[in-house]
């Protein structure tokens, strides 16, 4: 791939889009292009980011593990993606790991060569800081909608105890029945047995559901400035 055509595709990547044409030109000169095979693991999650990759082709995968250590999938990013840009440059490890779903071609960029660059192109580092602005902007967005579905589950959560606490009265009553008729009454005696261990297991559920809840809650108001 010739500088120009490098040139040209940079100038559709969001992140440079802004940029001049000669800044465009420098960082194709130190643009690495690389063809990867499906199913590879291109960037692991909790690795130092030594480099930025552009998906100049292709498709990759966005993974993080979860609580049980198993990746899950975040998104699907294609041509155009821009990935590792805040690591070369914060000094954290990937907070996630990429893998490509089939044979890939990336622009890379290692971290060295890029923060040379933005030494002499500090225009790149002002895009960056916009284009980082607009992503938390959109975060801060998509917070604010999750704060909402977090106040329609405390609603789910109140209907849930309701019913836990209807059922352990049905019961109750369900008990003092069966034992007012004496055997004929064991059906009931079993019914509300089960019952009960149903009001239980609901109640104790609905509780583990609040506590997630609550700190689900704690933690969306502390990212978008709900104190």
């Known amino acids: 791939m ?4 490098k040139v040209q595709f940079l100038r559709q990547v969001d992140l440079f889009r802004s940029l001049p044409d000669k800044a465009l030109l420098d960082l194709s000169a130190i643009a690495i292009e690389r063809l990867v095979p499906a199913k590879t693991t291109v960037i692991k999650e909790g690795d130092n980011g030594d480099a930025l990759y552009i998906v100049k082709s292709g498709k990759v ?7 049980s250590g198993v990746n899950s999938l975040l998104v699907s990013l294609g041509n155009g993606a821009v990935i590792g ?42 895009q960056i800081l916009k284009m ?38 049905l019961s109750l009553n369900a008990s003092i029945e069966a ?5 004929a009454g064991l059906p009931f005696s079993v019914v509300a047995a089960e019952m009960k261990k149903l009001a239980e297991d609901s109640a104790q559920e609905a509780r583990k559901i609040e506590q997630l ?15």
Do not use: C, W
């Not at 034992?179 to 055997?183: D, K, L, N």
């Open 2 to 5: 010739s500088d120009l055509s």
């Open 61 to 67: 995968n966005v993974l993080k593990k979860n609580s």
């Open 85 to 126: 840009d805040m690591a070369i440059i914060d000094e954290q490890p990937r907070s996630a790991s990429i893998e490509t779903v089939v044979d890939t071609v990336f622009l890379i960029i290692t971290k060295n060569d890029f923060r040379s660059l933005l030494t002499d192109r500090p225009e790149i580092s002002f």
């Open 132 to 169: 980082t602005t607009e992503r938390l902007r959109g975060t801060n967005a998509h917070l604010k909608e999750l704060e909402a579905y977090t106040t329609q589950m405390e609603d789910v959560i109140r209907v849930i105890s309701n019913i836990a606490r209807k059922s352990n009265l």
């Open 179 to 183: 034992a007012r008729v004496g055997e």
């Open 213 to 227: 809840l609550q700190n689900l809650q704690s933690k969306t108001r502390v990212m978008t400035g709900v104190k």
